[in-house]
């Protein structure tokens, strides 16, 4: 075990290296960060050339791209234009997106494990297809819309949840942005789960299971659903870092200076050390998910083994 860890992080140096490159170069490539500094008004050329200097943006595109790597690894990750730290905008959004990316965390695996479980063991009864019916009118609403739709009818009209979170992020408050936010990865958890489960429950060592007398509930939970379980964490790793890169739109419609704000407004502005420095965050986030996966499938299946 230890090897294969030591090997994976080995390989993850190349992977991060080549997103963090791919990603400077696409950013560079919105244009002239300067000019978008002063919008409609033509730079001051003095004053352009003194920015450009100050951010090294006359150096080449590797040169540049080389500084800052070795800044990063000083936990440097630049400055704004404004003269902020992005490091400090690092520190202030990605709280409130853990906070709210583990809550819709949560309600995507209890939900959309539970919702699949339930209909896999009763394929082609009521139960099943409510969940089938249910979950493809998720998957084909729009994030925006679902967002809008809630936060209307549970925080403007009826008044059962907090429309907004603002800056006091609690549990109340992120619960209806955490289910518009799970809503999308909880069909797609429910359909997976489902359809692993359907086709396990007709697996040799399930009918074994029930021939030696075992409970139905032991069958279940530690037999059929943990072998199924698999193919569900892997999507549930990559969708973890989806979340907290996906939620600029829930961000936006519940008023949370999140990650997905800050990279908004990054993008805008064509402010390219915080768009960097935000991606690289979350590049960083979606390799050590993946590691931990793999690592969880020896705990779910025994049979797996790591040379």
Do not use: C
């Not at 990750?77 to 709280?95: C, E, H």
Request: no cysteine; glycine share 8%; aromatic share 12%.
């Amino acid at each position: 075990m230890g090897r294969y860890v030591i090997r994976r992080l080995l390989q993850m140096i190349p992977v991060f290296l080549g997103s963090t490159f791919l990603i400077f170069v696409m950013v560079h490539a919105l244009g002239d960060p300067v000019n978008a500094l002063f919008g409609d008004k033509a730079p001051d050329p003095v004053i352009a050339q003194q920015i450009r200097e100050q951010y090294n943006l006359n150096d080449p595109l590797w040169l540049q791209y080389l500084i800052y790597m070795g800044n990063l690894f000083r936990w440097d990750f630049g400055t704004t234009f404004n003269g902020q730290s992005v490091t400090s905008l690092l520190a202030t959004a990605y709280p409130a997106t853990i906070k709210l990316t583990a809550v819709a965390f949560t309600i995507e695996v209890i939900f959309g494990v539970g919702f699949g479980l339930i209909s896999g063991l009763r394929r082609g009864g009521w139960s099943d297809n409510t969940v089938l019916v249910f979950t493809l009118i998720v998957i084909s609403i729009p994030t925006f819309v679902t967002g809008y739709v809630l936060q209307y009818f549970f925080g403007v009209k009826w008044g059962v949840l907090p429309a907004t979170a603002g800056d006091n992020l609690t549990l109340n408050s992120l619960l209806l942005p955490g289910i518009v936010l799970a809503s999308v990865s909880l069909a797609y958890v429910a359909r997976l789960t489902r359809t692993t489960v359907a086709e396990n429950s007709k697996a040799d060592y399930v009918r074994t299971a029930v021939a030696k007398g075992l409970p139905r509930r032991r069958v279940t939970i530690n037999h059929l659903l943990r072998n199924s379980l698999i193919p569900v964490v892997t999507f549930l790793g990559a969708d973890l870092g989806a979340l907290m890169g996906g939620a600029l739109v829930t961000e936006r419609i519940f008023n949370i200076h999140g990650v997905g704000y800050y990279l908004y407004q990054g993008i805008v502005r064509q402010n390219t050390a915080t768009v960097v420095g935000f991606v690289t965050v979350l590049i960083i986030i979606y390799l050590v998910a993946n590691l931990l996966v793999d690592l969880l499938y020896a705990v779910l299946d025994p049979r797996i083994r790591y040379a």
